[in-house]
């Protein structure tokens, strides 16, 4: 069955048993059910988002929510042991004497970090150079391949999709529309059944390319925003961790969550505090409780947490930047938010 | 995608026509259905909108007027309850309301005459109405186009609020005369109805004063149930009132009441007496309470002599104010609006809802593609693969909701083409995706034709009064000189305060636009749509046919002469021209250029340099050609409010490309590849060791057998260590440049401040084709022009570089430190170069420096600041380099070399064109 089809079906099964299939992903209805019907669809999902809003965590669900399936043992193009495809290197079509290996679902998941440094050989595979030589270069014995073939019957997962040069974007081309790679110099089309999840973080962000246009129109972009109040909550509750016998009541909970939505909405912040900044405060908060001997945290120590891991990741705008390193304005935003300033005059 | 009230206000303000509306409006207003049983008699239904709809013109109004209210029964009795309303105010309804509650009417009948009613039922169950619009029309005969009668219209006008009360609660509405508040419903026109609601809120409670005053006046005086005409009112005193005054007042309420009878006499089978709700306007109608007993006394026998059996006029009921109705302004504010948007809501609602096949939603989903194509505002439609993707994506959205309707198809839009479209880089709008899908499910749109738009404007426009005047304008034959051709763009001059708020709308519009010499002329697309106005005009009849061509000619020349320029001039003499005056800008330290010193600068030029100048710079006339010439092409641009121009970064632009041209090309480059040069330079490339996640075609062959062979291994047994792949180039990094232009008087002379503009024109051009980041600052000690770094655009670089001014003293240190400053304005690892273009002459010292330094045993303080700033700008890691302007022999050599010792940098000096060309290059 193709990936697609096999997508298809396991969120259409979880729908009709009334379980969310995107279970551990937060997100407003309207996105969650978005991005449903790009997979339903079987079309390739650019998710674009600021950092920390739960994108690679979306594309672990998907993966793991597929079925296991068999290989051919030693393959290294995860063809099907029942029709392996002619075209692979390795098993030429014929299954004989080889064994079948399962690949459980959570394995069937390929992880690309996009970075100015990835070449298209990264994705695409190349010659190794050393059997080439001992070979001859006309084994495909020779070829390793790239991620994109590793990805065949897998989610190919591309984080940050917009920081690849646009020459190593190019190589997506192919396998996007037409599911199959050619191996260069070999002149043999290697199928590669995937879907592609791709993560871009918007344009204002540092360091970022655009993804051209023959790229862009193979995606369907979905725009994922920061987390609502009570979606941050349930996130914290699921994701953080919790440190053994310190107690950490659910006031304080909001409160934590308070103070990062507050930089979210604050005109003089840049870059506001992800959703990794809640999870930090509220991980630190308890630590410096069981520092202090305390078995509950209180909310000074959620203070001192927040200063910290705020005073990391947020950055101030340009205007505000200007009164010095911008502690006095993460303690007003904190304190107001913790219902401390009316306490401290 | 949901279509809110404020879209269709969006649309009809844009195209200022209702009418775009009709369809959608029809589909939305057939929801409620008057019923037709409930009309109080036959012959005036309670008409439905549709019916308002497809009678735009007068057929309404002929079924209101018509000869239909013929058959007459007669009624017993009727009683009549009078209010006295104000002509406008959004808590009419309210008092409607309250007054209904209280007096249950069977008929509403208002002062107005039927035509006017027509036009206001068509009003009152209008788009523009329910969206809160106000509005003037003109009703006009078939066939004629002078209108019989003009009127405006307002949502919470008295009679287009009764209207809508009537048809909300069921109670039907009849004209009854002409309008009371004709005369001074004047409102003053263009002007509309916001102002005057003011007016009319004061007018109602003057109003309800003075009928409040005169209802206790009346009481009080004759409090037995004999009415008796008071002696202000009195028969004697419409005698002894003005002839034509009284025939006035005679005459209108006696109309007033011969209709109403008429209209009550008419058949009615309910056995008890009708009771009328009659609304008036006592400002206008202030006689109105007295008719009584004016027809009692048969004065109007003549007008209603046909309404045998009388009414029972003592149950007339005045009833102006009653203290217990509490006239609450907000309660039903804009009912209509209310009503509408109800209705509007439902529909919208039942609209996106409603199921479709497959098939249909193919069919929409290519509507929406086709009018994203076709959509002015985006530049790249969309793929085929994007509409496959939505209908994939629609697909997959139906199964998941387990429906398919207009909403997910228009869902499925958002998802698979928002990220598509590509807008045209001056349009920003985000909801325009929104809008088109607005546009296709609900079928109009929001952009009208962009040609009926220009005319529609137009025409707004102070009535079309503008639009003639300038339309006369462009046939007028110019004033005496020597453009008598027809080509000439007359310049239009306003004459009052009305023409200049005009022109400023105009100019707005891109209609006129002011030219060098402080008068204004038509743009091209004003003519443009001037042609298409006089286009409509002979199709409608209005001009002759021999008029038409004539006007026709000469828009056509004035379009002519505007596009087209009159000079035809080589690059090269373009390039002189502006160099030339580039010259006359800096040698006259002027702040602009204009005809005055462009003259004087060629006049000198021809007279004591001797030079020789072509014919057109010479004439008067073609010079001031030259001049408007220059300004069509962008290489001069208007300034301010005075009639200078100045040079624009075009003209840099240009003059740059001119020198480059110009320039041989360097042949050193391609010499090497030609004498097969190129293999050794591969030779001596550096190699390195072959490490993981190198590629296979980095691998340099030769290197690689060389140490095989040196190995003296088989290629078999070659290990990955053996390998050699070619060092890499290490990328450009990005630079910070800054480049410090001296703009101090001394610049001014012998073009040094032209060679400065176009070194930092060639810098800031080749330095942003490298990408790195650029910025400018040209300073003297009077004042700095600063441009922060950027990587952008070249434009706005090369206008400032093109508009700078020798003036003032040199203060290079000062310009150092502020560029310094800026270099480090934003953070960034970026090495930093500093460009000085200067003539080295420093002149001028801070005080702040000054008083820092004075203990300095050298001599020359500005120069020991500039050297003292430069080698803190050293230390913290900025490059000075220095681009030297100046002619032989004329400057402080000893002091530049200084600095470029201390900055690290390197070191021009430019003396004339040659090293300028070199320097570009």
Known sequence: MELREEMRQSILKRLKNKIDPLEGFYASPEVKEAILAVLISGRHLLLEGPPGTGKTTLAKILASKLDAVQIVEGCRFNCDPVSPSTNCPDCHGNTQGKQAVILSGNSRFVRVQGSPELMPEDLLGDIDPVIAMQKGIHDPQAYTPGSIQRAHRKILFIDELNRIPERTQNTLIQVLEERTTTLAGFEIDIPVDTIVIATQNPQEFAGVDRISETLGDRFERIQIGYPSFEQEIAILKRYAREYKGISLGQDLLEKVVAVSQATRNAEEISRPASVRASIATYEQAQAIAQLEGRDCVDLQDVRKAAMISLRSRVELSTFSRGTGDGSLFFERIIDENLGLSEKNK | ?921
């Open chain 2, 1 to 921: 995608m949901r279509l809110y009230i404020e879209d269709l206000q969006r649309a009809i303000a844009n195209s200022g026509d209702v009418s775009v509306f009709s369809r959608l409006y029809h589909r939305v207003t057939e929801y409620p259905q008057p019923e037709k049983s409930l009309s109080f008699y036959g012959e005036f239904p309670l008409v439905k909108p549709d019916i308002l709809l497809r009678d735009r013109d007068v057929g309404l109004a002929n079924i209101l007027y018509g000869e239909k209210t013929a058959r007459i029964h007669l009624p017993a009795s009727i009683k009549l309850k009078v209010l006295s309303m104000p002509l406008s105010g959004h808590n009419l309804m309210s008092y409607l309301k309250s007054s209904a509650e209280r007096y249950k009417p069977d008929l509403i009948a208002l002062i107005v005459d039927p035509l006017t009613m027509a036009a206001e039922i068509q009003y009152a169950f209008s788009l523009a109405c329910a969206c809160d619009f106000s509005c003037q029309a003109s009703i006009r005969e078939r066939g004629r186009r002078e209108p019989m009668v003009k009127l405006s219209f307002h949502p919470a006008g008295l009679i287009n609020q009764a209207i809508l009360f009537g048809w909300m609660n069921k109670i039907p509405v009849i004209p009854l005369g002409k309008r009371p508040a004709e005369a001074k419903l004047n409102f003053v026109h263009g002007q509309g109805f916001i102002d005057l609601n003011h007016h009319e809120t004061i007018n109602w409670e003057k109003n309800q004063r003075q009928a409040e005053n005169d209802l206790e006046n009346w009481l009080n005086q004759k409090p037995e149930n004999a009415p008796e005409i008071p002696e202000v009112i009195s028969r004697d005193l419409l005698r002894t009132a003005s002839e034509s005054q009284r025939e006035k007042l005679l005459e209108e309420s006696c109309y007033f009441f011969s209709r109403l009878m008429q209209v009550l006499t008419h058949e009615n089978e309910q056995s008890r007496s009708p009771k009328v709700l009659v609304l008036s306007d006592l400002a206008h109608f202030p006689d109105i309470k007295y008719l009584g007993h004016l027809l009692e006394e048969n004065i109007t026998d003549e007008i209603w002599r046909n309404a045998e059996p009388q009414p029972d006029y003592n149950n007339l009921i005045l009833d102006v104010k009653n203290p217990n109705y509490q006239i609450v302004d907000e309660a039903e504010s804009g009912s209509a609006c209310k009503l509408f948007a109800r209705y509007f809501s439902d529909f919208t609602e039942s609209r996106l809802n409603e199921s479709m096949t497959d098939d249909e939603a193919i069919k929409l989903t290519a509507q929406i593609t086709g009018r994203i194509r076709s959509h002015p505002a985006i530049s790249g439609g969309i793929s085929v693969r994007g509409t496959i993707a939505m209908i994939e994506v629609m697909r997959g959205l139906a199964v998941i909701r387990g429906r398919l309707n207009r909403e997910i198809v228009g869902r499925s839009a958002q998802i698979a083409l928002g990220s598509r479209l590509r807008l045209k880089s001056d349009i920003t709008d985000s909801g325009l995706l929104d809008d088109i899908l607005k546009e296709t499910i609900f079928g109009f749109t929001f952009e009208p034709d962009p040609a009926q738009m220009g005319l529609a404007t137009l025409k707004q426009l102070s009535g079309g009064n503008m639009l003639d005047r300038i339309g006369r304008m462009g046939q007028l034959p110019p004033e005496g000189n020597n453009f008598q051709k027809t080509g000439f763009n007359p310049s239009i001059v306003p004459s009052d305060e009305s023409d200049n708020k005009a022109l400023i709308q105009l100019i707005k519009m891109d209609l006129i636009k002011r030219g060098q010499d402080g008068k204004y002329r038509l743009t091209r697309k004003a003519v443009q749509s001037l042609l298409d106005e006089l286009e409509f005009e002979m199709k409608s009849g209005d001009i002759s046919a021999d008029e038409y061509h004539s006007r026709k000619t000469a828009l056509q020349n004035m379009l002519k002469s505007m596009v087209q320029p009159r000079f035809k001039m080589s690059s090269k003499e373009l390039a002189e021209t502006i160099m030339e005056l580039v010259d006359a800008h800096d040698s006259q330290w002027n702040k602009e250029i204009n005809f005055q010193s462009l003259r004087t600068y060629y006049h000198i030029k021809e007279n004591s340099e001797g030079s020789k100048l072509s014919e057109y710079k010479r004439d008067y006339h073609s010079l001031q050609k030259l001049i408007e010439d220059l300004e069509k092409r962008n290489i001069l641009a208007p300034i301010g409010p005075s009639s200078g121009l100045i040079l624009t970064g075009l003209a840099m632009d240009f003059l740059l490309k001119a020198i480059l041209i110009d320039t041989p090309v360097h042949r050193d480059a391609h010499s090497s590849l030609e004498k097969g040069q190129a293999v050794s330079y591969i030779r001596s490339i550096e190699t390195r060791r072959y490490s993981s996640g190198d590629t296979f075609r980095d691998i340099a062959i030769r290197p690689t057998l060389r140490e095989i062979a040196r190995q003296k291994r088989s290629l078999k047994n070659i290990r990955r260590s053996d390998l050699r792949v070619f060092l890499k180039q290490r990328r450009k990094t990005q630079k910070d440049i800054m480049l410090c232009i001296d703009t101090s008087g001394s610049m001014g002379f012998h073009q040094k401040l032209l060679y400065a503009r176009l070194a930092a024109a060639g810098i800031c051009k080749a330095g942003l084709r490298e990408k790195n980041r650029v910025g400018l600052i040209a300073f003297s000690d009077s004042d700095q022009i600063t441009v922060p770094l950027t990587e952008e655009n070249d434009t706005r670089f090369l206008d400032i570089v093109a508009g700078l001014q020798a003036r003032g003293n040199t203060n290079i240190g000062e310009g150092i430190k502020r560029s310094r400053q800026m270099l480090f304005e934003n953070r960034s690892r970026n090495q930093k170069h500093l460009v000085l273009i200067s003539d080295g002459q420093p002149t001028a010292i801070s005080e702040e420096a000054y008083s820092k330094l004075q203990g300095s045993p050298l001599k020359d303080l500005t120069e020991e600041y500039a050297i003292a700033e430069t080698r803190l700008a050293a230390r913290q890691g900025i490059r000075l380099s220095i681009i030297h302007i100046a002619g032989d022999g004329e400057s402080n050599e000893q002091f530049v070399k200084d600095l470029v010792r201390c900055g690290g940098g390197i070191l021009k000096r430019i003396k004339g064109p040659g090293d300028l060309k070199n320097l570009v290059n």
